[in-house]
């Protein structure tokens, strides 16, 4: 079966630094993507990894390693606004999304 | 943001009624998906669509159809609800499949309590 792995829950302070992780199991593999979601709002896309290493974009970075099924989601200088949840979502064989359960972030100050 | 609506936004109805959700964009996008979100679940595909008459079943598909007679419009339809169908739907399009970094774009998702 297809399985996407990330923490329930992680709670971290205003201006710290948090890494979220993200194991998989599917079959075939096209590609790592992050989206944040909200509490009612739709996910939106944060990023995409398909070689091993990491991407920058701002304050957040994602790192992917294809040998581990392994990927995270780093978030610096938080900030409040960052309290929502992040998915894990890998394109398999198939070029079908298979989602994680995501990972509610909690920002305290 | 790319222009995609969903209607109704929430929606409460009997079990055994007939319901159906629209999704509409204006990306001009060919593939477009119909997913639901439960607590401690991932989003689960209902059936996607990758133009205008073509589509196919996804993971969880037993009980929902879906149409696509125009480019922009997307409908799902469960036939009979249930209330293992409470849940918020999003939809979701795309430019491309086989190039494998295009992103989906969400639309504002619907909120469907069966009872």
């Known amino acids: 079966g297809q399985n996407i792995d990330q923490p329930t829950e992680m709670t971290a302070t205003e201006g710290a630094i948090v890494q979220i992780n993200c194991t998989y199991q599917?079959?075939?593999?096209?590609?790592l993507f992050w989206y944040q979601q909200h509490a009612g709002e739709a996910p939106t896309f944060l990023s995409y990894n398909v070689l091993d290493g990491l991407e920058e974009k701002g304050r957040f970075s994602s790192f992917l390693s294809r040998s581990k099924g392994y990927s995270y989601l780093l978030l610096k200088e938080l900030q409040m606004k960052d309290s929502a949840s992040y998915l894990c979502a890998v394109k398999d064989s198939n070029y079908q999304l298979i989602w994680g359960a995501g990972t509610k972030l909690i920002i305290k100050p | 943001d790319a222009g995609i609506t969903q209607s109704p936004r929430h929606k409460v109805t009997e079990t055994g009624t007939p319901v159906t959700l629209r999704c509409h964009q204006t990306e001009n996008h060919r593939y477009m998906y119909w997913y639901r979100q439960d607590p401690g679940h991932g989003l689960r595909l209902i059936h996607y669509s990758y133009g205008v008459k073509d589509t196919d079943k996804g993971e969880v598909s037993d009980g929902y159809s879906v149409s696509r007679s125009k480019t922009e419009d997307f409908l799902l339809t469960l036939e009979s609800a249930t209330s293992s169908q409470t849940s918020v739907y999003f939809c979701a399009i795309s430019e491309s499949e086989g190039d494998t970094s295009y992103e989906q774009y969400f639309g504002p998702g619907t909120r469907l309590t069966v009872t």
């Open positions: 599917t079959s075939g593999f096209n590609g």
